[in-house]
């Protein structure tokens, strides 16, 4: 029997955050803000994520509903900031206020 930990050979990490889905999605002026919940071993994990970095964490054991009410927060002070929210599945548009053959008229004209 061996001393050593873990023990030698191959081994298959648990893992340790499942993601279960994004509540919502910023977009600021360099990067996206993210607030999404995990399951955890210990109870579910609400992560805000600024581009790649993890800024804030919190932890339920009750729940989604308790981080739901966080994240709401934290959105509400990152739109202060001059973010602007993405709709999830979503892809950005470019807005058009009015018809294509409208606006080819005027620069013709």
Known sequence: M??????????KPEP???HIHDVWVLHGIERN?????Y??????????HLGNDLIQSRLSQC????LQLIAED?????LKQ?????????????PI??????????WMS
Do not use: F
């Not at 399951?39 to 805000?48: A, C, D, M, S």
């Not at 729940?63 to 308790?66: I, L, N, R, S, W």
């Open 82 to 94: 001059g973010c602007a929210e993405l709709l999830l599945n979503a892809t950005p548009q470019c």
């Open 2 to 11: 061996s001393d050593t930990w873990p023990p030698p050979g191959p081994q």
């Open 63 to 66: 729940g989604e509903a308790p």
């Open 74 to 78: 934290a959105k509400q002070q990152q």
């Open 39 to 48: 399951r955890t071993t210990i109870g579910i994990e609400l992560g805000l």
């Open 97 to 106: 206020t009015r018809p294509k053959s409208e606006a080819l008229s005027d």
């Open 33 to 37: 803000c993210v607030a999404g919940l």
């Open 16 to 18: 340790l955050l499942e």
